[in-house]
């Protein structure tokens, strides 16, 4: 975490206006998307609002003690807001809508883009594009030898989650994209150990590739 200043009160400060605006942007991203995506249905409820309201702010945070005063920070706070929106909605539909899935890998793209021009490193946006395509067509390669265990959504997911990985390193993607099946298979089982044995045990698989690439953002180096 950078400390700006001889107590780390700017560090603190930044940390905080994450947290907010997580906090405040929450809420407006899934009331926009209500509004012009109604297939998805009536709104969640007001528990789950919260909690995914509060779990955005956390991780935008996170993202602010990781990253620090950093050009590329805004990128990750936008992946942090839509992220949580796509992972709570495959949660509770199995859909990945592709207008949301489009814009995280445009609104990224572009903010990393932004990003690269200020720190007057643009490999770091091929390397991005890179990323985004061999996830992408590791997840196509997947999706095609074993179509009930891949699907489309997943597929074109892996998208802007290789773009951010990829951003990020190649041993990020790597770790990330690997993360992502072990975090899945960890969740099933314990899906599989709940739920009565009568009933649909079918695990949505973009929260745990959403998960797998916020893991590696901040904890590898």
């Known amino acids: 975490m ?13 940390i905080l206006a994450a947290f907010l605006a997580g ?3 929450s809420p407006a991203a899934g009331v926009l998307i209500f509004r012009f995506m109604p297939r998805l249905g009536p709104p969640p409820r007001t528990s789950v609002r919260i909690m995914t309201a509060v779990l955005t702010a956390v991780i935008c945070a996170a993202f602010a003690a990781r990253l620090g005063d950093t050009a590329a920070l805004p990128a990750f706070l936008f992946l942090a807001i839509l992220g949580t929106q796509l992972a709570r909605i495959d949660i509770s539909r199995h859909l990945l809508p592709n207008p949301l899935v489009l814009l995280l890998f445009s609104g990224g793209l572009l903010l990393l883009l932004v990003a690269a021009l200020f720190d007057k490193q643009a490999g770091n946006v091929l390397n991005a594009l890179l990323g985004a395509g061999i996830l992408f067509a590791g997840y196509l390669i997947l999706a095609l030898i074993s179509p009930g265990g891949i699907g489309m959504g997943d597929v074109k997911l892996a998208a802007p989650v290789g773009l951010y990985l990829g951003y990020l390193g190649w041993s990020q993607l790597l770790y990330g994209g690997l993360f992502g099946f072990v975090v899945n298979g960890m969740v099933t089982l314990v899906v599989i150990s709940t739920k009565p044995r009568n009933t649909t045990k079918e695990v949505a698989h973009g929260p745990s590739m959403l998960g797998a690439l916020a893991a590696v953002a901040l904890l590898l180096r």
């Open 23 to 25: 906090l405040a942007a």
């Open 2 to 14: 950078a400390e700006w200043g001889t107590d780390g009160t700017g560090a603190w400060l930044l």
